[in-house]
């Protein structure tokens, strides 16, 4: 603590000197390497290799690399719990509702209560029980949110007249229904079958596709690719703009590098503009018709809602793609990201054409 103190407050010294240093986030350690200009070597984002001499070394506790796996392990057992409680609740509330009306008859039957109409408590606790669930899910159903409010006033607002128990078989029916529109309708797991899943296979089937396009790229250039997307990704725009100009000196012109160029192009440009705080997204280059077989989203004229958007998005993609493809070193640190291409292609779901 004592060592990493002392080399944030050398840090701290370096940038009162008004010198610029180039940041670097390191993926695989998930440390923070700060080389001033005057140290004579230039570290590569997401390196594993060791900083050079001369460089500061801060270790990020945002991205621990002991931190990491407990964050991931605790988050999947939270959602198995959430799906676990979806599916308990999901059966419970049939059972709970038209129990209440068999358990209502049942306490009429022996002369417990008179009417089996007042005893409505399963159908309440049903209603909220549907109401707790809608609550939980990750899209709302207003409809099945405000059940318990309905079970309320039919069943526990005082009447003058008795309440009888085929209103209770409605109630419970009805809220059945709701039950299954809502599982149907705005699920997690419908969500994951028609939503991730198809975009996963998606993008499996689009890696695969370019993959012999870019099968000459270096190793060392890919390492640059991987770079310019970190980067970009985590807001480190100087490093994207450096990663970006680095790899398009070390890659051929003519073919299918030509789409690989671009790409960087596109976002060093975009890393140029929100650098400098513009957020509009680049309109200085675009993919040409000759480039466009090799992007991931291709799509009719009429169809393109934000031009500017769909190039960076494809240029991201693209770059991830390659790097995917021809990056070993980074291979882990890209599975780590890929729901951030996951989310990119899923917003172009219905423009695809994909169910």
């Given at each position: 603590?004592?060592?990493?103190?002392?080399?944030?407050?050398?840090?701290?010294?370096?940038?009162?000197?008004?010198?610029?240093?180039?940041?670097?986030?390191?993926?695989?350690?998930?440390?923070?390497?700060?080389?001033?200009?005057?140290g004579g070597k230039r570290q590569p984002a997401f390196s594993n290799r060791a900083p050079p001499a001369g460089s500061i070394r801060i270790c990020s506790?945002?991205?621990?690399?002991?931190?990491?796996?407990?964050?991931?392990?605790?988050?999947?057992?939270?959602?198995?719990?959430?799906?676990?409680?979806?599916?308990?609740?999901?059966?419970?509330?049939?059972?709970?509702?038209?129990?209440?009306?068999?358990?209502?008859?049942?306490?009429?039957?022996?002369?417990?209560?008179?009417?089996?109409?007042?005893?409505?408590?399963?159908?309440?606790?049903?209603?909220?029980?549907?109401?707790?669930?809608?609550?939980?899910?990750?899209?709302?159903?207003?409809?099945?949110?405000?059940?318990?409010?309905?079970?309320?006033?039919?069943?526990?607002?005082?009447?003058?007249?008795?309440?009888?128990?085929?209103?209770?078989?409605?109630?419970?029916?009805?809220?059945?229904?709701?039950?299954?529109?809502?599982?149907?309708?705005?699920?997690?797991?419908?969500?994951?079958?028609?939503?991730?899943?198809?975009?996963?296979q998606f993008l499996r089937d689009y890696i695969e596709l370019i993959k012999p396009e870019f099968a000459n790229i270096r190793k060392k250039t890919a390492?640059?690719?991987?770079?310019?997307?970190?980067?970009?990704?985590?807001?480190?725009?100087?490093?994207?703009?450096?990663?970006?100009?680095?790899?398009?000196?070390?890659?051929?012109?003519?073919?299918?590098?030509?789409?690989?160029?671009?790409?960087?192009?596109?976002?060093?440009?975009?890393?140029?503009?929100?650098?400098?705080?513009?957020?509009?997204?680049?309109?200085?280059?675009?993919?040409?018709?000759?480039?466009?077989?090799?992007?991931?989203?291709?799509?009719?004229?009429?169809?393109?809602?934000?031009?500017?958007?769909?190039?960076?998005?494809?240029?991201?993609?693209?770059?991830?793609?390659?790097?995917?493809?021809?990056?070993?070193?980074?291979?882990?640190?890209?599975?780590?990201?890929?729901?951030?291409?996951?989310?990119?292609?899923?917003?172009?779901?219905?423009?695809?054409?994909?169910?």
């Amino acid at each position: 603590m004592q060592e990493t103190n002392a080399e944030i407050a050398e840090a701290s010294a370096c940038t009162s000197e008004n010198i610029t240093v180039p940041i670097a986030v390191e993926i695989h350690w998930r440390c923070v390497h700060i080389n001033t200009r005057d140290g004579g070597k230039r570290q590569p984002a997401f390196s594993n290799r060791a900083p050079p001499a001369g460089s500061i070394r801060i270790c990020s506790l945002h991205h621990g690399a002991n931190n990491v796996p407990e964050r991931s392990m605790n988050k999947e057992k939270n959602q198995q719990d959430s799906r676990q409680l979806e599916r308990v609740l999901t059966y419970a509330i049939p059972v709970v509702s038209f129990g209440g009306i068999l358990a209502a008859i049942l306490l009429q039957e022996t002369g417990v209560i008179e009417n089996a109409g007042e005893f409505a408590w399963g159908c309440v606790a049903g209603s909220f029980m549907l109401g707790y669930l809608a609550y939980i899910k990750p899209k709302k159903d207003i409809v099945a949110l405000c059940a318990p409010i309905y079970g309320v006033i039919f069943f526990l607002v005082p009447t003058e007249d008795s309440r009888p128990i085929f209103l209770q078989f409605l109630f419970a029916v009805s809220i059945t229904i709701l039950l299954i529109r809502l599982d149907r309708r705005f699920s997690s797991s419908a969500d994951e079958r028609g939503g991730s899943k198809a975009m996963e296979q998606f993008l499996r089937d689009y890696i695969e596709l370019i993959k012999p396009e870019f099968a000459n790229i270096r190793k060392k250039t890919a390492h640059e690719i991987a770079s310019a997307f970190f980067a970009f990704k985590f807001g480190l725009y100087q490093n994207a703009i450096e990663e970006c100009r680095l790899a398009l000196t070390q890659i051929p012109e003519g073919g299918s590098s030509s789409a690989l160029k671009k790409a960087l192009q596109i976002v060093q440009l975009n890393a140029e503009d929100l650098e400098n705080a513009q957020v509009n997204a680049d309109t200085r280059a675009a993919f040409s018709e000759s480039e466009l077989p090799s992007v991931a989203i291709r799509l009719p004229q009429e169809k393109i809602e934000d031009p500017p958007s769909l190039e960076l998005d494809n240029a991201l993609i693209l770059l991830y793609a390659v790097a995917k493809n021809t990056s070993p070193d980074d291979d882990q640190a890209l599975d780590e990201h890929q729901k951030f291409i996951l989310k990119i292609l899923t917003s172009y779901k219905a423009a695809l054409g994909i169910q």
